[in-house]
């Protein structure tokens, strides 16, 4: 009833708040926008691992716009650590596939004025 009343929860991973330090400063405040964009993307590789271990099951990893913020060089990185991952990742982006440095044999798709189209 409270949740209603306020129109949001009270109770959730959205209310949590830490600080990441990089060289001893909070990153929030020294770190780049593609350095804060490889935490994030650690953070999140780092939370399927642990999902993996503690229940066994590979993971579905989400990663929204993986080209922002980061050089050709940080984004292959990515890449090729999610192919060997062994989770199923969808990874959206604004680039075409094929400007992404995309492993052969993955599956891309682009959707383009309502169209779906498979490469």
Sequence with gaps: AEDRRRGAT???PHLD???ILLGGRRARDTASQGEQR???IRLVLATAERYR???GEEPIILLDDLNSE???ERRREVLQFLGSAGAQVFVTST???ERMD???GEGCFQIEEGSLTAY
């Design 17 to 19: 708040d830490f600080r």
């Design 102 to 104: 995309v492993p052969p």
């Design 95 to 97: 680039e075409r596939p």
């Design 38 to 40: 490889g935490l994030m």
């Design 10 to 12: 009270q109770w959730g």
């Design 53 to 55: 271990e503690a229940s």
């Design 70 to 72: 980061l050089d050709e």
